[in-house]
């Protein structure tokens, strides 16, 4: 598996350095050469912190620490099919030397230990043995008002930011997430196999994929996000960005990362909300404490929820979500209802 791999990444950006997970060996000669490890100090174990989806991700341990690599190739490393611009782990790098000049985000955001520009890594501070809140999707398990205070409190600072001049576009990758949340599940010929994923799923979809005002609105929407704008985003703010550490909540992956509207993040936590059957009064805490009622476009927000719970339901981006095709159906009709009329206010109160 990994020859191909290498052979690709290599023909693509030669003289870069591959991340074999499976090859100690390897890396630690390269981090010596690099002069990331102390003289004498060797890799004892390598193991993988997580589930990843764009990246090569890895926790380094050696007879005197530990710590985690992260390495960008120029594909999507769970869907090493898909292209993926390589140039993200330098966004991310940017990204998180910017989180230092808040108090709540620098808390809540992992340390940079090192960036290697040419080999397309990082190191990240080792947070332990935790995980992300990918586990929010089953049924028995409901998050805490308080966490949830927590991430919205350091969405709100993100955006009250003042970005660093010449911040990234990330334009590469906003078109690949463009794709994927606003065109592609949308698409009747996308050549999704959406019952095999779970039966029936295909007959939710077919209306949707036909219903050309929706659509409309959708494509709207997407212009929306691919547009320039002066708030610096997360972009891509859900359950499986955020880990529940030893240290307390922690923010990651901020690969697509971009300045825009920041009713993209808000309406994309409060999706993730809705798929993971969080209870009723969530979403208005994250509204309350955000705290900024008249800087938000409300209909927009609402918007960008529901196409997000859509592309959820019927695109690539699938969730482990235990719910029958009948609560799909009933998810579908409330996220239709927050594209075409801004329901999502509604939940508000």
């Known amino acids: 598996m990994y020859s191909s791999l290498v052979k690709r990444l290599h023909d693509s950006h030669p003289g870069t350095f591959f991340l074999n997970p499976q090859d100690p060996e390897g890396l630690e000669r390269f981090l010596h050469k690099t002069s990331r490890l102390s003289p004498g100090e060797h890799i004892t174990n390598m193991e993988k912190p997580g589930e990843g989806n764009m990246n090569c991700v890895v926790r380094v341990i050696t007879n005197i620490q530990s710590f985690i690599i992260k390495q960008a190739r120029p594909w999507v490393e769970k869907y090493p099919q898909v292209a993926a611009p390589i140039e993200r782990i330098l966004v991310e790098g940017v990204y ?14 992992p340390s940079v230990l090192w960036e ?5 890594m990082m190191a990240l501070e080792d947070l332990g043995h935790c995980r992300d809140l990918i586990n929010l999707y089953a049924r028995e398990q409901k998050i805490d008002p308080s966490k949830i205070r927590e991430l919205t409190s350091y969405l709100r600072d993100l955006h009250r930011m003042t970005a660093p001049d010449g911040f990234p576009a990330n334009l590469s990758m906003k078109k690949l997430n463009h794709e994927h949340i606003f065109r592609f599940p949308f698409d ?13 799923l295909s007959s939710l979809a077919e ?8 659509k409309q609105l959708i494509s709207s929407l997407g212009l929306v996000y691919l547009s320039d704008g002066f708030t610096l985003l997360h972009g891509d703010f859900y359950p499986g960005s955020w880990l529940d550490s030893t240290h307390g909540l922690r923010v990651i992956d901020p690969e697509f990362a971009f ?14 909300m809705f798929l993971s059957s969080q209870n009723a009064g969530i979403v208005p805490v994250i509204w309350q404490s955000y705290g900024r009622p008249n800087e938000i476009d409300v209909i927009l927000m609402s918007g960008f ?3 997000e719970i859509l592309r959820r339901l019927i695109g690539i981006a699938q969730l482990p979500l235990p719910m ?3 609560e799909k159906r009933d998810l579908i009709q409330m996220a239709q209802a927050f594209v075409e009329e801004g329901a999502l206010a509604q939940q508000f109160n």
Do not use: K, W
Request: charged share 10%; net charge negative; hydrophobic share 40%.
């Open 96 to 109: 998180l030397q910017q989180m230092q000049s808040s108090a709540v985000t620098s808390q809540m955001t």
């Open 259 to 272: 300045l825009g509207t920041p009713e993209f993040d808000l309406g994309i936590m409060m999706a993730h």
């Open 188 to 200: 009747p010929q996308n050549g999704l196999a959406l019952d095999e994923i779970q039966p029936g």
């Open 207 to 214: 209306p949707i994929q036909h219903n050309a005002p929706l």
């Open 305 to 307: 929820a529901g196409v």
């Open 116 to 120: 290697d520009a040419s080999h397309y």
């Open 324 to 326: 029958s095709i009948d």
